[in-house]
């Protein structure tokens, strides 16, 4: 199965609230990656945050991590209606492994 | 930089024909990686290059997959022959080791 999951699978919310997506994996990691994807074209990096960080911060984006729970978030503060996207964590065991991603989070920012 | 290019965007082929992808990552950029993405297994790794070399190719579906990186600014991904169970988008990306991926826009492929 995929090393991470999201969580929702979907989520749907009003122009100007806050979107918190969740991540969970199964075993340790190196980093964890996020990335957003719309629809129809590649998958763009967002933020990393490495294994021995708790949390990071990039424009309206917060990532947290929680090693010893093997879980992630992804808060966007203020959204818009051009964050409407599907959101992938992704992570790798080592440095220089492959990435492994989840299913996703469809997020859906409503004008 | 242009960005990792990827071509075709699109390539619709009858089954039985090989089917040529290509992929041109960021200049630089030491990692290169083939995923394939569709509704039912979302992103699968197919196989990846360190410094041109395949580091791991565990996730090419069967021997009709094969991938290679004659250079560092050049790799190709070919299906021979193709199925319709092949149909998905093909995406390729780079990276150097440590920072997150750049990834293609990705070729639609599509066997009939």
């Not at chain 1, 989520?11 to 806050?18: A, D, M, R, T």
């Not at chain 2, 960005?3 to 290169?32: A, F, N, W």
């Not at chain 2, 190719?57 to 991938?67: I, L, W």
């Amino acid at each position: 199965s995929q090393q991470g999951e999201e969580d929702p699978q979907a989520l749907s919310i009003q122009e100007g609230e806050n979107a918190t997506m969740n991540c969970s994996y199964k075993t340790s990691i190196n980093n964890l990656q996020w990335y957003r994807q719309n629809s129809g074209r590649g998958l763009v990096h967002l933020i990393l945050i490495r294994s021995n960080e708790r949390e990071k911060h990039s424009g309206r984006l917060r990532v947290t991590l929680d090693t010893s729970k093997k879980s992630s978030s992804l808060l966007i503060t203020a959204s818009r209606a051009a964050d409407t996207a599907s959101y992938f964590c992704a992570t790798d065991k080592t440095s220089g492994s492959r990435l492994t991603f989840g299913e996703g989070t469809q997020l859906t920012v409503n004008p | 930089d242009a960005g990792v290019i990827q071509s075709p965007r699109h390539e619709v082929t009858e089954m039985g024909q090989e089917v040529t992808l290509r992929c041109k990552p960021i200049s630089g950029h030491d990692y290169l990686f083939w995923y394939r993405q569709t509704m039912m297994r979302g992103l699968e790794l197919l196989i990846y290059f360190n410094n041109n070399v395949p580091i791991d190719d565990s996730g090419m579906p069967e021997d009709r997959f094969s991938a290679k990186m004659p250079n560092a600014s050049f790799s190709t991904l070919k299906i021979q022959p193709s199925e319709p169970r092949d149909s998905a988008v093909y995406f390729c990306a780079s990276s150097l080791e440590g920072f997150g991926y750049t990834f293609g826009s990705g070729t639609r492929l599509t066997v009939v």
